[in-house]
């Protein structure tokens, strides 16, 4: 161990030697050939004891587990934020449909009390139609029937007329008929008494 700390103190010497054999620049500023510094670089991080390896390779390794642990929950966080945009949507849609829906069954229920409407309109108009022609029939039936019967009732009347006229001429004949017999039955007995006077 002490030979690694050794070897670690004589690397970062050499690295102090070659700063400070830089050339100045700006006072602040020193300009140190790259190869040699990466150099001394490479050996000082060889000479590294394994601890310190594994504790920088774990410090590494934490930082990319950090970096993929905050990509993995910007990709959650991105994805959550699309799955709730795609809900809202979703939502909004089944809104929309919910809020359509309504239109046409409420469209749907009013075109049916329009029909119903204008169905008990007609029907009514139907009725009110029936009733009047049913007036006019029984109107034009009943003066028909006037009609009918004024006209029985005239040729009642003329044949009532007939009967009394056939009557009188039928008294008149049989009255003709029994004078006429009388008479002729009169001048028989004249002509047989004549007869019988002659003899």
Do not use: W
Not at 24 to 49: E, F, Q
Not at 68 to 74: G, L, N, V
Not at 165 to 170: D, E, H, K, W
């Amino acid at each position: 161990m002490n030979s690694q700390q050794d070897v670690i103190y004589d690397l970062m010497g050499k690295l102090e030697d070659a700063l400070d054999k830089g050339l100045p620049l700006l006072g602040y500023y020193s300009v140190v050939k790259k190869d040699t510094v990466t150099d001394l670089l490479d050996r000082l991080y060889a000479a590294l004891p394994d601890e310190i390896k594994e504790a920088r390779a774990l410090l590494r390794r934490k930082d990319e587990l950090q970096y993929e642990a905050q990509q993995q929950a910007e990709r959650i966080v991105a994805d959550a934020q699309g799955e709730a945009n795609r809900l809202l949507s979703e939502s909004d849609i089944l809104r929309a449909v919910q809020k359509e829906a309504e239109k046409i069954k409420e469209q749907v229920i009013n075109d049916c009390e329009e029909i119903k409407r204008k169905a008990v309109d007609e029907a009514d108009a139907m009725r009110s139609q029936a009733y009047d022609d049913a007036a006019k029939i029984k109107d034009g039936a009943s003066a028909y029937a006037e009609q009918l019967l004024a006209n029985l009732e005239q040729n009642l009347a003329q044949m009532q007329e007939i009967v009394k006229n056939g009557q009188i001429t039928l008294e008149k004949r049989r009255m003709e008929s029994e004078q006429l017999g009388q008479s002729h039955y009169a001048n028989l007995q004249n002509e047989y008494a004549q007869d019988f006077n002659m003899r």
